[in-house]
């Protein structure tokens, strides 16, 4: 950090351009070669630039943290920013849901707050003041204006539009017209739910930054567990600076339709493989990209069988990878799969990617948890046990194999979430994990699904930083 600025590494470059590229008028120097904070100016964290606030959002002092976001917040787990008994949370996606007939919007964090760093909106140019919102607790309400226009005010969204019913014209882009169903048959429109994800889903959201007291409050899930020996074949390659392949097989989630499928947001924001790559690239190749062959293969709506099928068809040239993603089990669970022939496939992956490439090491992830009150919503969890069973199995001397435990870690987030709000916010908290409101992570979730990769090898230093 220089005079209070945090410099803008090409991946947030890539991270904003895609924001002003659908006319976010989010100022033209913030896509430049410093992050300036667009409030202050100066980027400088004052006692009144915004940036502070106790857990009301009224204290008059400086925050004791700094905001940053820059490659070391994007991918880094929040678990490892840790700063005495506090850890820090970046840009945490808090959704304001307004019940009918009221005038305040609440959203829930995930833990308690000590401190409210930073508020700002889903371009992160905007940064609210603390005194357009409330915190109590885990919950931050913000007041809505009836008489404003659209995009106007503090975001929110209507439980009424996340049921698929009165949604403004302005957020109708990439609205399926077919909604989906709760499967327990309630909310506001006969048991109906959107499946969207466009400006209703993408833009009328919190980025909240905080920090909570660890030692008050678990995590709620085990975070991955540091198994280097596990990918010391790759790791050997990176050290020696020589070039690695990776390839990527798996459904829309590893597609990237949780962070790139947003239309009308040219160039995409980063895919949590490209995430995972670019921190490779930064940490042994002094940011040469080009060092790292990423192939992908994944195709949305599929199943195991279809990543069974590449491996088999012999039309993929699977030879000569050093890392291997595998990500299925949304679309299985949701079809009811047996645990069996599941874990019979992800084996036949391993096994038949290994023929070609003998030294490749696996990540085969657990898949992000659907809406727990849709139909998505099926059998995902029974494949956890199995298939870490497997990856043991499967980890050898000459290729490693590691579970890497989406499916839990996205579970006790909306857990943690809906524990805080009351029964009728129960059903809605989905959305401030999902991209669709269905079953696609959003990008404070696609950024845990490249650090908890990450973190299976990788080191991790705490980006906690004191004003």
Not at 172 to 189: F, K, Q, R
Not at 409 to 425: F, G, H, T, V, Y
Request: glycine share 12%; proline share 4%.
């Amino acid at each position: 950090m220089k005079n209070g600025v945090f410099p803008c590494s090409d991946r947030v470059k890539r991270l904003i351009a895609g924001l002003l590229a659908a006319g976010i008028a989010v100022g033209a120097v913030f896509g430049l070669a410093a992050c300036s904070a667009p409030d202050g100016g100066s980027g400088e964290q004052t006692p009144d630039g915004g940036n502070g606030g106790g857990t009301g959002g009224g204290s008059e002092d400086a925050a004791t943290f700094a905001y940053a976001y820059g490659d070391a917040e994007t991918v880094t787990p929040f678990w490892f920013n840790v700063s005495g008994d506090e850890t820090v949370v970046y840009n945490e996606i808090v959704v304001p849901i307004l019940y009918g007939g009221r005038t305040l919007a609440s959203g829930y964090l995930a833990y308690e707050p000590t401190e409210i760093i930073s508020v700002r909106d889903y371009t992160l140019g905007r940064e609210y003041g603390k005194d357009e919102y409330t915190v109590s607790g885990r919950r931050i309400t913000v007041t809505v204006d009836d008489d404003a226009e659209i995009g106007e005010g503090m975001p929110y969204i209507r439980d009424e539009w996340l049921d698929a019913k009165n949604i403004p014209d302005e957020f109708m882009d990439n609205v399926s017209p077919d909604p989906a169903m709760y499967n327990d048959g309630g909310g506001t429109n006969r048991g109906k739910h959107v499946v969207a994800e466009g400006s209703l889903t993408r833009t009328n959201l919190l980025h909240v930054t905080y920090a909570f007291d660890h030692t008050e409050q678990d995590l709620g899930f085990e975070p991955q567990a540091y198994t280097p020996e596990r990918f010391s074949r790759l790791t050997a390659k990176l050290e020696a600076g020589e070039p690695v392949r990776m390839l990527v097989l798996g459904d829309s989630i590893c597609v990237g339709a949780s962070a790139s499928s947003f239309a009308g947001f040219e160039p995409n924001l980063p895919t949590f493989f490209e995430l995972i790559a670019d921190e490779l690239a930064a940490r042994y190749y002094d940011g040469d990209r080009e060092m790292i062959e990423l192939v992908n293969v994944s195709v949305g709506g599929e199943a195991s069988d279809y990543g069974v099928s590449v491996v088999d068809g012999g039309e993929t040239d699977l030879a000569d990878f050093d890392f291997v993603i595998i990500g299925f089990g949304m679309n299985d669970g949701t079809l009811g799969v047996t645990e069996d022939v599941f874990t019979s496939n992800t084996e036949r992956m391993i096994d038949g990617i290994r023929e070609h490439s003998p030294d490749a090491d696996f990540a085969v992830l657990g898949c992000f948890t659907p809406n727990p009150r849709s139909i998505f919503f099926g059998i995902q969890s029974q494949y956890i046990e199995p298939v870490t069973a497997l990856c043991d199995e499967k980890n050898t001397s000459a290729s490693g194999c590691t579970y890497v435990g989406m499916y839990d870690l996205s579970s006790a987030i909306l857990q943690n979430k809906q524990r805080a709000s009351s029964m009728q916010d129960t059903r809605y908290r989905y959305i401030d994990i999902s991209a669709n409101y269905t079953n696609h992570p959003n990008d404070f979730m696609v950024r845990l699904y490249a650090g908890s990769v990450l973190s299976a090898f990788l080191t991790f230093e705490s980006t906690a930083r004191l004003v």
